[in-house]
């Protein structure tokens, strides 16, 4: 399964930072490394359900996304402002709640993501753009059998089959593109054309088209084109937008070891020794790792 890193990595992040005293995951230098926590606790999941994830990690963003970028940043910086006033007051519960909004993916925390994923010989795969559009065009040309994403944008970008609630508990929740589309009865550039009156990362969409509205009235006027002729609706980019999601701007998938071979003491050791987390709180989530490995039958796992 291609894994869109950046979505999946920044939910263990904010659920770490929200339940965990901060102590367990902050260096002597005051470095905060919770991800190496989260990446030891959710790798599990995957080995259970027989999975070899392959993470793909974000390149460049488009210019499309700037303003959902900026509105992110907006809303990260009131939470700080927020989180401040909490921790004069001594509200130690909504000041944990409030630190998990604050978080955003740094260079230490992906670098040392990417690091405790190369001794543990899990693939990582780099996309020129989104990661979540690496992630399902691999899936799409048959390169890996699922995307893995929290996200809907995998099906407007193509994934046939993509497997979400990867950080939660239960089973995944298989989410099938051709399921979709014919119990809407619609196409591939229909759904498209309907995400985007609806609103996608790159556009906020059409006042008063919600999901429902959107499909009734994309399947009356056949596409997104002769809708906004007939009701003389703008919507800003939808070219650019469409042809986005249609074909964004993904590399060729690398030749993909998928034998895996990991290093568990020299993980551990990284963690613990080098990056100073507290041994307990990464202990079980080892052990489930080799265990879960034991069970899938990967024999060649230390």
Same mark, same amino acid.
């Given at each position: 399964?291609?894994?869109?890193?950046?979505?999946?990595?920044?939910?263990?992040?904010?659920?770490?930072?929200?339940?965990?005293?901060?102590?367990?995951?902050?260096?002597?230098?005051?470095?905060?490394?919770?991800?190496?926590?989260?990446?030891?606790?959710?790798?599990? #999941?995957?080995?259970?359900? /027989?999975?070899?994830?392959?993470?793909?990690?974000?390149?460049?963003?488009?210019?499309?996304?700037?303003?959902?970028?900026?509105?992110?940043?907006?809303?990260?910086?009131?939470?700080?402002? #927020?989180?401040?006033?909490?921790?004069?007051?001594?509200?130690?519960?909504?000041?944990?709640?409030?630190?998990?909004?604050?978080?955003?993916?740094?260079?230490?925390?992906?670098?040392?993501?990417?690091?405790?994923?190369?001794?543990?010989?899990?693939?990582?795969?780099?996309?020129?753009?989104?990661?979540?559009?690496?992630?399902?065009?691999?899936?799409?040309?048959?390169?890996?059998?699922?995307?893995?994403?929290?996200?809907?944008?995998?099906?407007?970008?193509?994934?046939?089959?993509?497997?979400?609630?990867?950080?939660? #508990?239960?089973?995944?929740?298989?989410?099938?593109? /051709?399921?979709?589309?014919?119990?809407?009865?619609?196409?591939?550039?229909?759904?498209?054309?309907?995400?985007?009156?609806?609103?996608?990362?790159?556009?906020?969409?059409?006042?008063?088209?919600?999901?429902?509205?959107?499909?009734?009235?994309? #399947?009356?006027?056949?596409?997104?084109?002769?809708?906004?002729?007939?009701? /003389?609706?703008?919507?800003?980019?939808?070219?650019?937008?469409?042809?986005?999601?249609?074909?964004?701007?993904?590399?060729?998938?690398?030749?993909?070891?998928?034998?895996?071979?990991?290093?568990?003491?020299?993980?551990?050791?990284?963690?613990?020794?080098?990056?100073?987390?507290?041994?307990?709180?990464?202990?079980?989530?080892? /052990?489930?790792?080799?265990?879960?490995?034991?069970?899938?039958?990967?024999?060649?796992?230390?």
């Amino acid at each position: 399964m291609a894994v869109d890193a950046h979505n999946w990595l920044y939910r263990y992040l904010t659920t770490t930072v929200k339940w965990t005293n901060d102590a367990v995951y902050t260096t002597a230098d005051g470095e905060e490394v919770a991800n190496l926590v989260g990446v030891v606790q959710g790798l599990p #999941k995957f080995f259970k359900h /027989d999975i070899t994830p392959v993470f793909v990690f974000d390149g460049a963003v488009t210019d499309l996304k700037d303003a959902e970028v900026s509105d992110r940043r907006e809303k990260r910086e009131a939470a700080e402002e #927020k989180l401040d006033a909490a921790r004069e007051r001594g509200d130690d519960l909504a000041a944990a709640r409030l630190e998990a909004r604050t978080q955003r993916l740094t260079d230490t925390i992906v670098e040392t993501t990417r690091e405790l994923l190369g001794l543990l010989d899990v693939p990582v795969v780099d996309a020129p753009a989104e990661g979540e559009a690496q992630a399902a065009v691999m899936a799409r040309r048959g390169d890996v059998d699922f995307a893995g994403t929290e996200d809907y944008d995998s099906l407007l970008f193509g994934a046939p089959r993509t497997l979400r609630q990867l950080t939660s #508990k239960g089973d995944p929740e298989l989410m099938a593109l /051709d399921a979709t589309l014919q119990r809407h009865d619609i196409t591939y550039e229909q759904l498209i054309d309907v995400a985007i009156l609806c609103g996608t990362d790159f556009n906020d969409g059409v006042h008063g088209y919600g999901p429902k509205t959107s499909v009734k009235a994309i #399947k009356e006027h056949g596409d997104l084109w002769a809708l906004i002729e007939a009701e /003389d609706v703008h919507v800003e980019n939808a070219d650019r937008i469409r042809a986005l999601f249609r074909d964004p701007p993904v590399a060729e998938t690398p030749d993909l070891d998928l034998d895996l071979a990991p290093d568990v003491a020299a993980a551990r050791e990284f963690v613990v020794d080098t990056w100073e987390v507290d041994a307990e709180e990464v202990a079980r989530g080892f /052990d489930r790792i080799e265990q879960s490995v034991v069970q899938t039958g990967l024999d060649r796992w230390s």
